[in-house]
């Protein structure tokens, strides 16, 4: 398994010199007091916790796995300690309010930490990751009850949260569920059903598990609209916090998996377990969006971690691995051979792995941004901000994690035969990566939400504030030394808005066609997003070169990376667009009696 270090460099770039964090946190009320030291002090303090306690315990954890019996469920060796260091530091805390324990910090730091623990140990960071969910879904729709019953202990770390959404006859079709929600004398419900795919269901790292579930009450529509939303706890929850007796709901198995081996992904039995509504009936759905886009931006994370963990190792192993000599003469004439990283095609797959993380890591820091500026921006700022995360977390979850997928792959490649033996952990990083890319909603569901919900259903609106974004950013910047960068960023983003009205038109004349373009129309917008990241990025290396302020070896290599995005990367674009506008007949028009062996 690669060694893994925290790019704190890369980090502080997007944070302090890209995004600006300073000028933003100081504009927003209540985050005045995360200046760039205090945030900075806060991640080096998680890169070593990454670094020194969870990166040791990936590999394994991933050999050991969880164990699964009648009393519940044990995690792998060391996982436990370190969850209780992990509370001790105060870091479940860190972006939750203040009212409830809280160090009220924005959310983006909370993106950061999660990005290094999850790069360090994706398997472990499961465990905590979805508690974030579960706590922003109580902070935005519970009721004061139950933000005093919960929200403390959850907060702290003391408890986790799960998300119980799906069930075995479901899917992505949560309209299907069977779960059902009776209603109690004393204002409880009960709960019966099984839920399956539940990440944390169940484990030994905290005193309770606090799980939110959907449910239909006896009375509800089919459908949707007839899901509502409740809060059942492993063990039930007396009025002062304190844990009472043990709730009906059990973990039946745990799932034998591909990868994150060391998280437990569990079935969960409610027999008539004590559950709570949250919010309104009929509204479950509604509410756990709250809940699915946290998590959908967590899983963002993933597809970056495992693309800058693949990287790590690659490169390392590409300085030093030793096999034939450079097209262009010796390049280590001493040695047997030269070092494989000499080689074009290594260069190919290693800048892509690099293009990838750096890039995705600019565009998820800045959709954690957004989040923030919805949460203590003014009203106006509050829904421009709202607007564009609605049209970038499809693009983040899905482009990110498809992208991250591929640079995991990259690693095996560049170890080659010893890629695929366990021991190097290449081959663990592609078994864990490959689940990112189905749940929180596959890249299809995550597709059709883009260009179905996003783009054609907001005629065009959603789009068009960020393309308006992109124009702004091109004319501040529209000048000789960034001309390489600019002009072709212009060039694509006006592609993106003709091609989203030509799907648009064909749409509306045959629904098949907003589903048939759907994934090649999201690669492709993920490519021009990460363009303007790069292109961003570029501009201010390249300033940072002419004003000879700082690390000039740092800044080129980020001009490089940007050069090799945009020439090698983002003409992918093409096939994309020569997919997408290729119709829906390709795809339909064979009978299904055809698709036979």
Same mark, same amino acid.
């Given at each position: 398994m690669p060694t893994y270090k925290a790019p704190l460099r890369d980090i502080q770039f997007i944070m302090?010199?890209?995004?600006?964090?300073?000028?933003?946190?100081?504009?927003?009320?209540? !985050?005045? #007091?995360?200046?760039?030291?205090?945030?900075? /002090?806060?991640? @080096?303090? $998680?890169?070593?916790?990454?670094? +020194?306690? &969870?990166?040791?315990?990936n590999q394994s954890g991933d050999e050991e796995g969880c164990t699964w019996s009648e009393d519940g469920?044990?995690?792998?060796?060391?996982?436990?300690?370190?969850?209780?260091? !992990?509370? #001790?530091?105060?870091?479940?805390?860190?972006? /939750?309010?203040? @009212?409830? $324990?809280?160090?009220?910090?924005? +959310?983006? &730091?909370?993106?950061?930490?999660?990005?290094?623990?999850?790069?360090?140990?994706?398997?472990?960071l499961m465990y905590p990751g979805l508690s974030h969910g579960c706590i922003k879904t109580l902070e935005e729709h519970g009721s004061p009850e139950q933000k005093a019953q919960y929200l403390p202990n959850l907060v702290s770390g003391a408890w986790t949260g799960t998300m119980c959404l799906t069930e075995s006859h479901c899917g992505s079709d949560l309209g299907l569920l069977r779960t059902k929600a009776e209603p109690q004398a004393d204002g409880s419900y009960s709960i019966t059903g099984t839920?399956?795919?539940?990440?944390?269901?169940?484990?030994?790292?905290?005193?309770?598990?606090?799980?939110?579930?959907?449910?239909?009450?006896?009375?509800?529509?089919?459908?949707?609209?007839?899901?509502?939303?409740?809060?059942?706890?492993k063990f039930n929850v007396n009025e002062d916090g304190s844990i009472g007796e043990r709730n009906a709901v059990h973990c039946a198995s745990i799932e034998k998996k591909m990868g994150i081996k060391a998280s437990s992904t569990c079935v969960m039995n409610f027999d008539g377990a004590k559950g709570y509504l949250i919010g309104e009936h009929g509204r479950g759905l509604n509410m756990m969006?709250?809940?699915?886009?946290?998590?959908?931006?967590?899983?963002?994370?993933?597809?970056?971690?495992?693309?800058?963990?693949?990287?790590?190792?690659?490169?390392?192993?590409?300085?030093?691995?030793?096999?034939?000599r450079s097209l262009s003469g010796p390049k280590n004439p001493d040695g047997p051979a030269d070092p494989i990283i000499v080689h074009p095609d290594v260069r190919r797959m290693l800048l892509t792995q690099k293009a990838i993380a750096e890039?995705?890591?600019a565009m998820l820091y800045y959709l954690a941004q957004l989040g923030d500026v919805v949460d203590?921006?003014?009203?106006?700022?509050?829904?421009?901000?709202?607007?564009?995360?609605?049209?970038?977390?499809?693009?983040?979850?899905?482009?990110?994690?498809e992208t991250g997928y591929e640079a995991a792959n990259h690693g095996?490649?560049?170890?080659?035969?010893?890629?695929?033996?366990?021991?190097?952990?290449?081959?663990?990083?592609?078994?864990?990566?490959?689940?990112?890319?189905?749940?929180?909603?596959?890249?299809?569901?995550?597709?059709?939400?883009?260009?179905?919900?996003?783009?054609?259903g907001s005629g065009g609106k959603l789009l068009m504030g960020f393309t308006e974004l992109m124009d702004e950013f091109i004319k501040a910047n529209d000048g000789e030394t960034s001309a390489e960068f600019i002009k072709p960023l212009g060039k694509y983003k006006d592609e993106w808005l003709t091609m989203s009205l030509e799907v648009g038109g064909k749409a509306m004349e045959n629904p098949?066609?907003?589903?048939?373009?759907?994934?090649?129309?999201?690669?492709?917008?993920?490519?021009?997003?990460?363009?303007?990241?790069?292109?961003?990025?570029?501009?201010?290396?390249?300033?940072?070169?002419?004003?000879?302020?700082?690390?000039?070896?740092?800044?080129?290599?980020?001009?490089?990376?940007a050069r090799f995005y945009f020439e090698r990367l983002l003409p992918r674009t093409a096939s994309h667009k020569e997919a997408l506008l290729s119709g829906a007949d390709n795809l339909m028009a064979m009978p299904e009696a055809m698709f036979a062996f």
């Open positions: 302090n010199e890209v995004l600006d964090t300073e000028a933003l946190y100081q504009s927003l009320p209540g !985050y005045e #007091e995360a200046t760039p030291d205090l945030m900075n /002090a806060i991640i @080096e303090e $998680g890169a070593k916790f990454a670094e +020194n306690v &969870l990166a040791p315990l469920v044990k995690t792998p060796e060391g996982f436990a300690d370190a969850y209780k260091q !992990y509370v #001790e530091n105060g870091w479940p805390a860190l972006s /939750a309010e203040a @009212e409830f $324990g809280g160090q009220d910090m924005p +959310n983006m &730091l909370g993106i950061v930490i999660n990005e290094l623990a999850g790069t360090a140990n994706w398997s472990w839920k399956i795919f539940i990440s944390a269901g169940e484990h030994d790292m905290s005193d309770n598990i606090v799980h939110i579930v959907i449910a239909r009450l006896p009375d509800a529509p089919e459908g949707t609209k007839g899901i509502s939303l409740f809060v059942v706890p969006f709250t809940f699915m886009n946290t998590a959908r931006i967590g899983t963002a994370i993933q597809g970056l971690a495992h693309a800058e963990l693949a990287y790590q190792g690659s490169l390392e192993y590409a300085k030093e691995r030793l096999a034939m890039g995705s890591r203590r921006g003014d009203e106006e700022r509050a829904k421009e901000a709202d607007d564009l995360m609605a049209l970038l977390t499809p693009i983040g979850k899905a482009f990110v994690t095996v490649q560049i170890f080659g035969g010893h890629g695929f033996i366990r021991e190097w952990g290449m081959e663990q990083i592609v078994r864990d990566a490959r689940i990112a890319m189905l749940y929180e909603g596959t890249t299809g569901i995550q597709a059709l939400d883009l260009l179905g919900r996003k783009v054609l098949e066609e907003a589903g048939a373009a759907a994934v090649d129309y999201l690669m492709y917008s993920g490519y021009v997003v990460l363009a303007y990241f790069w292109a961003k990025m570029a501009i201010v290396a390249q300033e940072k070169i002419d004003a000879g302020d700082g690390d000039t070896a740092f800044y080129e290599a980020k001009l490089h990376t």
